[in-house]
């Protein structure tokens, strides 16, 4: 049976991601936590797998914080054209000052890290940061019904899309 992406919800991708990110960062390592020793072939895995574990946290989550702020905002992207467009901009915005923050501050502490600890640590810092974040996103985003609340959202998104109305916080048709 093929996984198909497009069912799963964005929250559970972005967390199985953050896990495969610390998992794969103890590879590049290699990780003295996991006991592993010093083999090209570890970093190989590693450095590949990162590449793909990213794109499943910077993929996924501009939909999601779009979709959430015109539900929660009642924006309708027909009748409200413009503050649909600036909600677009803003999003878009964020999401690149928080991503290009990231670009800025990673060498700085990646190098502090690095010439304080050496590189195993470095690696294993970044990799409990990770899956401290999973965590994080586990008990305050995720929860325990990912899927059911996804659907929920899904099926609201779905109505206020036919309908192009707007809704109040319960679901419920503005007039």
């Known amino acids: 049976m ?7 919800s964005r929250k559970f991708l972005i967390l199985v991601a953050l896990i ?33 574990f990213q794109q499943f946290i910077l993929l996924p989550i501009f939909g999601e914080i779009r979709e959430r702020l015109q539900l929660d905002l009642n924006i309708s992207q027909t009748l409200d054209l413009e503050i649909f467009l600036l909600l677009n901009d803003k999003v878009w915005s964020l999401y690149f000052f928080v991503y290009n923050s990231g670009c800025f501050l990673s060498p700085i502490v990646g190098t ?10 470095t690696c294993e810092f970044m990799a409990l940061t990770n899956l401290g974040y999973a ?14 609340e996804d659907r929920l959202f899904k099926e609201k998104l779905k109505v206020f899309k036919e309908k192009d109305c707007l809704l109040d916080k319960g679901g419920n048709k503005v007039k």
């Open 2 to 8: 093929l996984l198909q992406f497009r069912n799963l």
């Open 20 to 52: 495969g990110l610390g998992f794969f960062n103890l590879l590049l390592g290699p990780s003295e936590l996991l006991n592993l020793t010093s083999h090209l072939y570890y970093t190989y895995a590693g450095l590949a797998t990162l590449g793909i």
């Open 112 to 121: 502090f890290l690095y010439n304080n600890f050496g590189f195993r640590k």
């Open 135 to 148: 965590i994080i996103i586990f008990l305050f985003n995720c929860g325990l019904t990912p899927f059911k």
